[in-house]
Structure formats: C-alpha cells, structure tokens
C-alpha cells in the first residue's frame, strides 16, 4: 500500500473540512469512519419510512459566519441552505398567556416585537445591546477561526477592545461576569431576559454561572447573519464536504474506523482499521474525541493525564424526535415563527431549577426545551402533509443519582418534554404519530459523544482557547509528531462551526516538514 500523507480519523463536519483543505493544498488524504453513516453528529438518516431525520445538530448557526461553505464551493457539491429568519421565538404561555417575541434577522423587526410586548424603552435598550455586542463578537469570532496562540489572541482580543470603547479592566469585567448579571444591567422585562439567558445557556453553563455573559452577547451576530438550515437535512453539509473531498482526489471509508494509532517512538505511523488493515501514513488528524483518540494512541501517561483533567462533564441534554401531523401550534405566533429555534422557558427561575436537578442527578420535573420544525421550510424531509419536530432540552445529566438508568426513564423523560411543548402549545400532544428518543446515553453510544455531551468537553472558561482540551494538547498539536487533534474537543469548540477543521489543516500543512 502507498504512504498517505494523512489519515484523518471520524467523518464529523470538522474532520471533513480539514480533509478537505489539507486535500486542496495537495496532500494525500483518506478518511476512516466506524460508523455506515457519514458526517457523525452532522448526519440525516430516514428514522421512519419517508422522513429524514437529523441525528444530532440541526440549525448552523456558526459555520455560515466563517466562509468555509464559499471558500470550498460546496453550493457545486449540492449544498443549499435555507435562512432561518426570525431566528428565534419565544412564546410565553400559562397561567394566562403572556404573548411572544420574535428575533428577525432585521434589527428594527426585533425591536418592532420587543416594543409590542415589553415596551419602547426594552426596545431601545436591546438595539443599543445588540450593536454593540455584535460589533464585540465580530473581533471574537476571528479569534475563535484562529489557532489559539497567545499572541494572536492578544490581537484579537486587542480588536475587541476596540470595538467595545472600553478599557481593559471594564471590558474584562463585562466579559467575565454571569450572563444573568449582563442581562440584568441592559433590561428590566424578564420575559426578554429569559429568552436571552435560554439562548445562551445552549452552548451548556447556565447564564447564572460566572464568565457566561458572551454566550448571552454572540447571539447578536445573528442580526449579521441568519443561521441556515441545509436542504434534505443537517447531514447535507457533510455529504457535501465528502463531495468536494472526492473531486480533490481524496477518500473516505466507511464501516472501518480506526481501531489504533500506530507510532514509532515519538512518531505517528498511521492507522490500523477495524478489519485490520494498517493504513501507512505520514501524519494523523484525529477528529473524534480527544480521549477516545488517547484511548486510540495507547500513551497511558497521557491518558490518565486526559482523564483525570479533562472536564467531559455529565452530559448536557436529551432529543425527542417527532413524526407529526401538524406544527406546534403557539396561540400568539404569527406564521414565521416557526422558522427558526423556538425557546420554551417560562422563566429565568425555571432555568435554574432545571439546572438545580440536573446537579443533583435528577430529571429536570419541567425541563426547559427548545423546538426546531424543519419541515416548514423543506417539505421534503417528510410526507405531504407531515412534519418532522425535534425538541431538545437541557438540563439531563449522564449519571443520574441513586444508580438509575436511562434505559429505564427514557420514556417517563421524552413526556416531559413533550409537556413542555404542550404547555404552550395546546393541542401537540395528539399531532404526534412516531417518536425517536435520543437520551444521553443514547448520544453516547450512536454518536460516539462521551456522557451524552455534544460539546466534547465543558465549555468553560477554563477549557477554551489555549486551554481546550489542555494546555499541553492545545493549538491542534499533541506531543506525538505527525498527530493532530480537530473537532469540538479542540478550540473553539462544539457546534456546526468547521473553524476547528481549517485551522488543524493549515497548521498540519505549515508543519510538513516536521512530520514528514
């Protein structure tokens, strides 16, 4: 067999689109993936006869803010996305119903909506809000589609300041304290602030945590760009990005995943297969999750070190899947509202109970849900006249208390949510034809996403940028030469984001003479 130049391990979309760039820079590439079915987390598969159904993510959000989609032309490899405009709505519902808010695209529509429920001055408020943490995660998001080096995030991070007017120490502050306390400084209409705090929660820490106000601000950068949705489901992206790989002359393998990373001494050698091929290769790009790619490597000293300081958490949330007669039906939405992320929270105060139990090791009593309907914008993924609901929920942790099992609540869990939806939604429950559940530990073992979190690692300050996953497996690099790390255990972390993948790549081409 020939030397591969690279062996990328996992077809998620982030090790696609480094395969992908490594390729269009003139290397040798095959991808090797365990599972039948492309793109990991970002896959569709037909879950019931007739609808295509995501397996993990569904709305992308981040990755049509980088250029990757227009840099590898993937609109010629049958890639279109459908906006997501309004990009959310929030309904508020019983005891009695407290109307709605929807986020446009359009700042002044937004405004428009804010001012009808909450009042001019909230409107006024949030305007100035929004123009002014959009324009700070401008100067962010370029330090999130760079690898993480002190000196370029000082740059960055120099161009936020910029942005912002502000002082460091001002600035510092603001970045650093809880989402909750930024909300509570801007508003007073805790019906706005509950959406905002629900939105940010997404990427997993509570807004009631310490250093989780830009996860409340980057949501702004949603006025700049809308958040898409592909045409015939989520896992379009990467059979796109498997598309452009193969016109550039690479490869994929499905079914024969790696089952070890070969080395020699403080070198990578290539990757031995399921079936017990071993691929010869001059470098590895690992994009599965960073302990299974310890687990892989077999360096025990490292591993351990990965265990015992990693931060994997206790999962995040769980999916109910929903074959449906007709949509969500919210008594105060307009038709465009079921566009886009519909948040289901009634309060700031039921977020933080749900947290509470999910610290506890309990399922949340009323977990908070957010509800995607793709099926409004592409009838394609199901039936004339069906449609296809997910509601994802947080809070759901992995280990439960009291050595419970999710094998036993699975059902008791997925009518939780469904209440959720109900509760606002009169009427859903009887619309409701098939149901897939995807617990935590469902993640876990049909997507590889260790204790059910579908961001790798915890999205704490202490694991982001030169942090993520460690210091000493930071920048995309491991201490093995010819390895790298991509996907959401490395910087910047998970969601459909793909800035992981093209950073790896441009690092693994800028080291070849090292690992070759």
């Known amino acids: 067999m020939p030397v591969r130049d690279v062996v990328v391990v996992g077809s998620g979309h982030n090790a696609l689109v480094a395969a992908c760039y490594l390729s269009r820079a003139g290397l040798d590439v095959e991808v090797v993936e365990h599972d039948a079915v492309l793109g990991g987390a970002v896959s569709t598969v037909e879950r019931w006869p007739g609808y295509l159904v995501d397996r993990g993510s569904s709305a992308h959000i981040m990755i049509r803010q980088t250029g990757i989609v227009e840099e590898l032309r993937l609109d010629e490899c049958g890639l279109h996305y459908l906006d997501m405009d309004p990009w959310a709505f929030a309904p508020f519902g019983p005891p009695d119903d407290q109307g709605s808010l929807t986020f446009h695209v359009d700042l002044e529509r937004t405004c428009a909506s804010i001012a009808a429920l909450c009042g001019d001055a909230e409107a006024d408020a949030y305007r100035r809000f929004a123009r002014d943490?959009?324009?700070?995660?401008?100067?962010?998001?370029?330090?999130?589609?760079?690898?993480?080096?002190?000196?370029?995030?000082?740059?960055?991070?120099?161009?936020?300041?910029?942005?912002?007017?502000?002082?460091?120490?001002?600035?510092?502050?603001?970045?650093?304290?809880?989402?909750?306390?930024?909300?509570?400084?801007?508003?007073?209409?805790?019906?706005?602030?509950?959406?905002?705090?629900?939105?940010?929660?997404?990427?997993?820490?509570?807004?009631?945590?310490?250093?989780?106000?830009?996860?409340?601000?980057?949501a702004m950068l949603m006025h700049r760009h809308p958040p898409g949705r592909p045409v015939g489901g989520s896992g379009a992206l990467t059979q796109a990005l498997a598309e452009r790989l193969r016109r550039l002359g690479g490869t994929v393998r499905l079914g024969d995943g790696a089952a070890a990373i070969t080395r020699s001494g403080d070198r990578v050698t290539g990757v031995r297969t399921d079936s017990g091929e071993h691929i010869d290769a001059r470098a590895v790009v690992a994009g599965c999750h960073v302990l299974t790619t310890l687990e892989l490597l077999g360096d025990e000293a490292l591993l351990e070190r990965g265990r015992r300081a990693i931060r994997v958490g206790n999962g995040i949330g769980m999916v109910v899947r929903l074959a449906t007669t007709a949509l969500p039906g919210y008594p105060s939405a307009r038709p465009e509202a079921h566009a886009g992320l519909q948040l289901?929270?009634?309060?700031?105060?039921?977020?933080?109970?749900?947290?509470?139990?999910?610290?506890?090791?309990?399922?949340?009593?009323?977990?908070?849900?957010?509800?995607?309907?793709?099926?409004?914008?592409?009838?394609?993924?199901a039936p004339p006249g069906r449609h296809v609901v997910t509601a994802w929920a947080q809070w759901h942790a992995y280990e439960l208390a009291g050595g419970r099992s999710w094998d036993d609540l699975r059902d008791e869990s997925a009518e939780r949510i469904v209440a959720q939806v109900e509760r606002v939604a009169p009427g859903f429950d009887g619309s409701i034809e098939q149901v897939h559940v995807q617990t935590p530990l469902d993640l876990e073992r049909e997507l590889g996403l260790r204790r059910g979190n579908v961001m790798h690692v915890e999205m704490g300050l202490d694991s982001m940028f030169l942090y993520r996953p460690l210091p000493e497996l930071s920048g995309y690099r491991t201490p093995v030469r010819g390895l790298y790390l991509t996907g959401a255990s490395t910087h910047p972390g998970g969601g459909v984001f793909g800035a992981s993948g093209r950073s790896t790549a441009r690092v693994v081409v800028s080291e070849r003479r090292r690992w070759r």
Request: no cysteine; net charge negative.
């Open 133 to 218: 943490w959009a324009a700070r995660n401008e100067a962010v998001f370029e330090a999130f589609q760079d690898p993480p080096t002190a000196g370029r995030l000082g740059r960055h991070l120099w161009g936020v300041g910029k942005a912002s007017g502000l002082g460091g120490l001002e600035l510092s502050r603001q970045f650093l304290q809880p989402g909750d306390q930024l909300l509570d400084e801007h508003f007073g209409d805790e019906r706005l602030k509950t959406a905002l705090s629900w939105l940010g929660s997404q990427s997993g820490p509570p807004t009631h945590e310490v250093g989780t106000a830009d996860l409340v601000g980057w």
């Open 344 to 381: 289901l929270a009634p309060s700031r105060a039921a977020l933080r109970t749900a947290y509470g139990e999910f610290g506890a090791g309990r399922p949340p009593t009323e977990p908070p849900v957010v509800v995607l309907t793709p099926t409004v914008a592409d009838p394609s993924l």
